[in-house]
């Protein structure tokens, strides 16, 4: 089983989500599995924005009441 | 037309395969960001940091340089001193802000006013504080380049600026050397 890290990113405004995603990152290994909830609007958006460029895989990404959570697989 | 022995042929065609190689490595886009920090306005040092963050959480190198206004944006508080500086440069460094939190608003400024409001209005909507940002954009590795001539023309010393030891104080050339190679080249 890969590891698993949840991000509780609600309240936060871009960029922050984003930064607590790279930061997180940073301490992972290759195919950890990051969960983000986040209710800025711009998230969704900006969390496929960034599986693209940092070529992570976006497993999954579902509503939670006012929240979006994205399943990230690291690269 | 083939001249010379097989290795000698093989040798000229791995010569030719790894300038090629070099070539195309030249001329790869790279992952660099280059931002011209210029303005010296609290909301244009938040739009570039905004970015500059971003880029960073998006695996890029950033490249910030700061020249003209910008430069007191890397000023420390309560650091500023007048030894050996001009009046007129004293003067400056006591009307220039200390730092990005202390930079005037591009527009409705009314004396500070309109600042506070906009301030408290992003706390309330969960916006990032500016030395916030500042501090954040410094931990996730952005190289920072201080424009010489600037900080000369304020006078500016080591000991009145943020990481004073570790800045890149450089030139034009430096810059366009880095902004050349960059994918991206904002202007703020």
């Known amino acids: ?75 | 037309m083939e001249t010379g022995t097989l290795e000698q042929r093989l040798q000229a065609l791995e010569g030719e395969v790894a300038s090629l190689r070099k070539e195309l490595a030249d001329k790869t886009p790279s992952n660099m960001v280059s931002l011209i920090c210029f303005s010296g306005d609290w909301d244009r040092l938040f739009a570039g940091l905004t970015i500059a963050s971003g880029a960073l959480a998006m695996g890029q190198e950033v490249h910030l340089f700061f020249t003209f206004w910008a430069v007191s944006a890397l000023r420390l508080k309560g650091k500023s001193c007048s030894d050996g500086k001009e009046l007129s440069q004293s003067m400056l460094g006591s009307m220039l802000p200390e730092g990005p939190a202390g930079a005037r608003l591009s527009k409705m400024h009314f004396m500070g006013l309109g600042k506070m409001m906009m301030r408290r209005l992003m706390k309330k909507n969960g916006i990032e504080d500016i030395d916030a940002l500042m501090k954040e954009v410094r931990e996730l590795g952005a190289h920072f380049h201080l424009c010489e001539t600037s900080s000369g023309l304020f006078g500016l010393k080591v000991e009145e600026l943020e990481d004073g030891d570790s800045l890149d104080r450089c030139g034009v050339a430096t810059f366009l050397g880095l902004a050349l190679k960059s994918r991206l080249v904002l202007f703020i």
């Open chain 1, 1 to 75: 089983m890969p590891e698993r890290i949840e991000l509780n990113c609600r309240g936060m405004k871009c960029p922050r989500p984003i930064i607590e995603i790279a930061k997180a990152a940073r301490r992972s290994s290759s195919g950890t599995e990051l969960l983000v909830a986040s209710d800025d609007l711009a998230f969704e958006s900006d969390v496929k924005a960034w599986c693209e460029t940092t070529k992570a895989t976006l497993v999954a990404l579902e509503r939670d009441g006012a929240a979006v959570v994205a399943t990230i697989r690291l690269a």
